[in-house]
């Protein structure tokens, strides 16, 4: 089959040439196109667009239609050939690829990625790996209170990590705050040596262990989590940690239930917020509560404050801040 296919049309050495033949009267002698330029000769035969006599030594031009034609119908036999043999690979190379499959590999845990459904699995996983941790726990925990049936038991598990030499680094959202229990478990935690800071901030939850497993959700509900080996996914979510880290607030945990401004009721703060001009949406984030809650709180207000509009709860609100307490 000749190789006259895109790239590798005549050039304008070999295009020279062939007008040259064409304006002969489409017929020269072999010898003097060779004098003239060979490799032009050589190539032009090649592609079919001159013939060589040997009888009488001379070369012949060819319509190009018809060597076009011909070259089309070569690529097109050829391109079907191609067609059919690349259905066919698959199932050529199917032996080869089933002992591929079958081969025993190995297991690289460095790059391991675990994910677990169910929450008592997920639960048991959990001290699982923190059993085998040695040096250093960073948790992230959104959200208010911590679950009150769980301090308890984690207040002795702490201790106990502390005892060994291990650092414990924990950030809360400030709605922690606005829990008696949560408070005083932070208290307890932070006296025997744990660090626990509070971001204003959503973040997502996570708990990395050793800086070597890292523990996050798998789903929007948390009905799922991922246990993650992989050094290089580990090494950007304690970047993550550290940023946020640096970012939050230091909280002097022993005195936060003694604090009229902290220890008030959730709508109390929320109204000393709202008169200070904070939305909806900013007051959720700075109090670690939904917008539905914060809203809830709000249309309590606005009933007890009888005002009609939020822009007048506000108002009043601001009132009330500035009035000095009998």
């Not at 003097?32 to 000769?41: G, K, L, M, R, T």
């Not at 001379?58 to 043999?85: D, H, K, W, Y």
């Not at 229990?181 to 990395?208: D, F, H, N, Q």
Request: charged share 30%.
């Amino acid at each position: 089959m000749s190789d006259l296919v895109p790239g590798s049309l005549p050039s304008d050495p070999e295009r020279k040439l062939y007008f040259t033949v064409l304006e002969q009267g489409g017929r020269v002698s072999f010898r003097e196109a060779v004098e003239q330029d060979s490799a032009a000769v050589l190539r032009l035969m090649e592609l079919g667009l001159l013939v060589h006599h040997s009888e009488d030594a001379s070369l012949t031009a060819v319509n190009p239609r018809t060597v076009g034609e011909r070259i089309s119908s070569e690529l097109r036999s050829a391109g079907t050939r191609m067609l059919v043999q690349a259905e066919e690979m698959p199932s050529l190379l199917g032996e080869l690829t089933d002992a591929y499959d079958a081969r025993p590999r190995r297991v690289d845990r460095s790059s391991e990625v675990q994910h677990v459904d169910d929450f008592r699995e997920i639960r048991h996983r959990i001290l699982q790996v923190e059993s085998e941790c040695r040096e250093e726990t960073l948790a992230a925990q959104p959200g208010g209170a911590r679950p009150a049936e769980h301090l308890k038991q984690s207040l002795e598990r702490t201790r106990g990590f502390l005892a060994e030499g291990r650092s414990l680094r924990t950030i809360y959202q400030p709605g922690a705050r606005l829990d008696e229990a949560t408070v005083r478990y932070a208290a307890a935690v932070t006296a025997l040596g744990e660090k626990i800071r509070v971001l204003s901030e959503p973040y997502t939850r996570m708990i990395v262990f050793d800086r070597r497993v890292a523990v996050i959700p798998a789903s929007a509900d948390n009905s799922s989590a991922a246990f993650i080996e992989d050094p290089a996914v580990v090494s950007f979510l304690v970047g993550v940690f550290e940023r946020d880290w640096e970012r939050a607030e230091r909280v002097a945990w022993g005195a936060v239930h003694h604090d009229e401004v902290e220890g008030a009721p959730v709508h109390e703060q929320v109204g000393r917020l709202l008169a200070q001009g904070l939305t909806q949406r900013t007051i959720a984030g700075r109090l670690g509560l939904s917008e539905r809650t914060v809203a809830g709180h709000i249309s309590r207000l606005r009933e007890l404050h009888d005002a009609e509009t939020l822009f007048q709860l506000g108002w009043q609100m601001r009132g009330a801040e500035r009035t000095p307490a009998p």
